[in-house]
C-alpha cells in the first residue's frame, strides 16, 4: 500500500471513530481496533454552515494539509504543519512486542514522509549543520519487532530537533525506563510530543506610581507610613493612591533551522498510561523535560499534571478515560529510572561497540574522553571495535589489489 493510501485510510478511520484508549488485539505489525461507542453528546462535531457562513466561505474553508491522524504500522500521530514537527505521537507497548530483536536501524535513514506536502515538510538539509539531532519521539528502540516499523519512525514526521545531550542521554533513559514498564504492566500507553513553554521574567524590584489628590501642599517623607485595608497607602494626613506595578509579560523564545523553519521546541512531554489485571485502576504519569542536557536527576523531578500538557499542547488526552478512576505511576512504581553511571557505561559500550567507520569511532572516543567516562572496559571495547575496523580495512584494500591483478592478467590469458 502506497503512503499515500495508508494515511487516507487512517484519516477516514480517525474521521470515523477519532483514537479511543480501548482493548487492542495486536499481531506482529497490525494494529485491530473494536467498533467505537456512539458519540457522546458533548464531542466536538462539524457545525452546519449557515447561508452567511456559505457566502463568506464561497471558495472554500481553510483546509488542513495534511490528513490527521497520520497512521503508520506502529504509531499513530498528528503533524504540526507549520512547525514542521509532530504535535503528538502515540504508541502502545506491550511485553512481547518490546522484547523481540528481529529489525536493525543500520541503513536506515531519515526522510520526508511523502504524504506531506513539499511545502510543509522538514527535511534532512534543515537539520545538517545546526548543532542539533533528529529526535525521535516513538522511539526506533520500541520497534526492533519489525524492520517496517522501524523504518516507519524514521519518517521526518516522527522526529524533533532535540539537544544531542539530551536525545542520547537523559531522554533515552526515559525511553528506556518505558519500555522496561511492560515487564509489570500488561499494557503501556504513550504519548510524547514537543512543547514551547514560556520563560519567567525576571523578577524586578516593583516601583509604585503614586498620585495625591486633593494636597494643597506638597507631600513631606514620612518614615512609617500606614497602609490601609483598601490597599492605599496614608502619609501623614495626606491618601496616596498606590498603582499595583503591571506583572512583567512572558516570552516564548525558539531557534528555528533550515529552509523550512523548522520550530526547535523547548521542551519535551511523554505521557505514560499503563493497565493491568492485577490493577485495580489505570495509572498515569506525565513528564516534561526541557530540551537541554540534563544529568542525574530524578524522573520525578519533571512530574507534572496531565492538564499543563494539554493545555500547551492545545488537545486533550486519552478524552474516553475516567479521570477520577485514575492512580498516580510514580507513587506505585516509584519512576525510578536506570542508575545513571549504569547508563553511561552501557550506552557508551554500545556506541563504541557500533561504529559507522573508523572516523566516527575516533570521534566518539575522543567525545567519551572528554565527558570523563573512560574507563577500563570501555577501553577494552574501543580496542576490540578498533581492530575489527582495522581488519576490515585490510580486507577491503587486498580485495582491490586483486581486482587490479585480474585486470593486468586477462588481457595476456
Request: aromatic share 8%; charged share 25%; with cysteine.
Amino acid at each position: 500500500m502506497s503512503p499515500l493510501a495508508r494515511h487516507l485510510l487512517g484519516g477516514l478511520a480517525g474521521a470515523a471513530g477519532g483514537l479511543v484508549a480501548g482493548r487492542y488485539i495486536f499481531s506482529q505489525d497490525v494494529t485491530y481496533q473494536e467498533p467505537a461507542p456512539p458519540l457522546p453528546a458533548l464531542s466536538v462535531t462539524k457545525p452546519l454552515l449557515s447561508s452567511r457562513a456559505t457566502q463568506i466561505l464561497a471558495f472554500g474553508q481553510p483546509a488542513a494539509t495534511v490528513p490527521s491522524p497520520l497512521v503508520y504500522r506502529n504509531h499513530v500521530l498528528e503533524y504540526d504543519s507549520a512547525r514542521r514537527v509532530p504535535k503528538w505521537v502515540a504508541e502502545h507497548l506491550t511485553k512481547d512486542l518490546v522484547k523481540q530483536e528481529v529489525a536493525s536501524r543500520k541503513g536506515v535513514n531519515f526522510s520526508p514522509d511523502p504524504v506531506v506536502p513539499e511545502q510543509f515538510r522538514s527535511t534532512n538539509q534543515d537539520y545538517w549543520g545546526s548543532g542539533w539531532s533528529r529526535g525521535h519521539m516513538a522511539p526506533a528502540g520500541n520497534n526492533k519487532h519489525c524492520q517496517e516499523s522501524m523504518r516507519d519512525t524514521f519518517y521526518l514526521t516522527n522526529v524533533v530537533p532535540q539537544d544531542i545531550d539530551n536525545n542520547g542521554g537523559y531522554w533515552n533513559r526515559l525511553e528506556i525506563w518505558v519500555r522496561g514498564l511492560t515487564e509489570h504492566y500488561q499494557d503501556v500507553w504513550v504519548i510524547s510530543g514537543p512543547l514551547w513553554l514560556p520563560q519567567e521574567p525576571v523578577k524586578e524590584e516593583a516601583t509604585a506610581t503614586v498620585s495625591v489628590e486633593n494636597a494643597q501642599e506638597p507631600v513631606k517623607p514620612v518614615d512609617n507610613p500606614i497602609v490601609t485595608s483598601s490597599g492605599e497607602t496614608k502619609v501623614g494626613e495626606v491618601t496616596k493612591k498606590v498603582r499595583p506595578p503591571r506583572p512583567a509579560p512572558k516570552m516564548v523564545s525558539y531557534p528555528v533551522l533550515g529552509p523550512n523553519n523548522v520550530a526547535v521546541p523547548t521542551h519535551l512531554y511523554k505521557v505514560v498510561l499503563v493497565t493491568d489485571p492485577l490493577l485495580d485502576r489505570p495509572l498515569l504519569g506525565t513528564f516534561v523535560v526541557p530540551n537541554i542536557p540534563v544529568g542525574d536527576k530524578h524522573l520525578a523531578e519533571f512530574k507534572v499534571e496531565l492538564g499543563e500538557v494539554e493545555r500547551g499542547v492545545g488537545v486533550t488526552f486519552h478524552p474516553e478515560l475516567d479521570r477520577e478512576k485514575v492512580g498516580d505511576l510514580c507513587i506505585q512504581s516509584g519512576c525510578n529510572m536506570q542508575d545513571y553511571k549504569k547508563f553511561q557505561q552501557f550506552f557508551w559500550t554500545r556506541r563504541l561497540n557500533s561504529p559507522w567507520n573508523m572516523r566516527s569511532l575516533e570521534r566518539d572516543w575522543a567525545e567519551a574522553k572528554k565527558k570523563g567516562v573512560i574507563n577500563s572496559e570501555l577501553e577494552v571495547v574501543y580496542n576490540e571495535s578498533r581492530a575489527r575496523l582495522e581488519f576490515k580495512e585490510r580486507e577491503k584494500q587486498e580485495q582491490e589489489i586483486l581486482k587490479v591483478e585480474e585486470k593486468v592478467i586477462a588481457p595476456g590469458a
